[in-house]
């Protein structure tokens, strides 16, 4: 086993263990600081088989930008994770469903290439080749549906995480566009029918009608 096998093994276990205490820790905190670790683990991993634009696209972007924002959030957000985790139970046939389904295509997905890693041999790269230009070069070509649907699926998270963390607040004001449509003119405009308003005079004051009086 060589110097670079015994490599790949200590990162692959660190990132699996990371990876299980990401989904199995209690305080969000502490699992996003695993995440930070598997983003790390994993950079690793790409630098052994020469992919360093992506190793450092990921520490950059997720560690670097993704997961502080998501630490602010945490920690400046009162959340409460109780009552998040109420519905756990109730959708885990569902989620555990949805995780059996992406194992078995990305198993099959692994198959149907029929990778031999005995016979492939160290990934050595040619001299003044750019991985970063070929990897564009087989994204938009080979790729480019793949890309497009990942592009897809991140736009509904996205929309789907926005329509959960959305919630009404009592002091705020906010303006319903349907009924700013529907609305007619006598809704905008009330005519109150009311008598004439006649003045009359005042009474005078005791001590000035005493006066007169005497």
Same mark, same amino acid.
């Given at each position: !086993?060589?110097?670079?096998?015994?490599?790949?093994?200590?990162?692959?276990?660190?990132?699996?263990?990371?990876?299980l205490?990401?989904? *199995?820790?209690?305080?969000?905190?502490?699992?996003?600081?695993? =995440?930070?670790?598997?983003?790390? *683990?994993?950079? @690793?991993? $790409?630098?052994?088989?020469?992919?360093?634009? =992506?190793?450092?696209?990921?520490?950059?972007?997720?560690?670097?930008?993704? !997961?502080?924002?998501? &630490?602010?959030?945490?920690?400046?957000?009162?959340?409460?994770?109780?009552?998040l985790?109420?519905?756990? $139970?109730?959708?885990?046939?569902?989620? @555990?469903?949805?995780?059996?389904?992406?194992?078995? /295509?990305?198993?099959?997905?692994?198959?149907?290439?029929?990778?031999?890693?005995?016979?492939?041999?160290?990934?050595?790269?040619?001299?003044?080749?750019?991985?970063t230009?070929?990897?564009?070069?087989? =994204?938009?070509?080979?790729?480019?549906?793949?890309?497009?649907? @990942?592009?897809?699926?991140? =736009?509904?998270? !996205?929309?789907?995480?926005?329509?959960?963390?959305?919630?009404?607040?009592?002091?705020?004001?906010? /303006?319903?566009?349907?009924? /700013?449509?529907?609305?007619?003119?006598? #809704?905008? &405009?009330?005519?109150?029918?009311? #008598?004439?308003?006649?003045?009359?005079?005042?009474?005078?004051?005791?001590?000035?009608?005493?006066?007169?009086k005497?």
């Open positions: !086993m060589t110097f670079q096998s015994i490599i790949f093994y200590v990162f692959a276990a660190v990132l699996i263990i990371s990876a205490r990401v989904i *199995t820790a209690k305080n969000p905190v502490h699992a996003a600081m695993f =995440l930070v670790l598997s983003f790390f *683990t994993a950079a @690793a991993l $790409w630098l052994l088989i020469y992919a360093e634009f =992506l190793a450092i696209t990921l520490i950059l972007v997720y560690v670097g930008a993704v !997961m502080v924002l998501f &630490l602010f959030v945490v920690m400046m957000l009162d959340i409460n994770f109780d009552k985790r109420e519905g756990f $139970w109730k959708h885990l046939p569902i989620a @555990a469903t949805v995780a059996i389904l992406m194992v078995v /295509q990305m198993a099959l997905l692994l198959m149907g290439k029929a990778i031999n890693l005995k016979d492939a041999g160290p990934i050595v790269p040619a001299a003044g080749a750019s991985n230009k070929e990897l564009g070069r087989i =994204l938009y070509t080979d790729y480019l549906l793949p890309f497009e649907l @990942a592009a897809v699926v991140l =736009l509904v998270a !996205m929309v789907a995480a926005i329509a959960l963390t959305l919630r009404g607040r009592k002091e705020s004001k906010s /303006q319903n566009v349907g009924d /700013q449509v529907r609305v007619k003119a006598g #809704d905008r &405009l009330k005519i109150v029918k009311m #008598d004439a308003v006649v003045d009359v005079p005042a009474a005078p004051a005791p001590e000035v009608a005493e006066e007169k005497a």
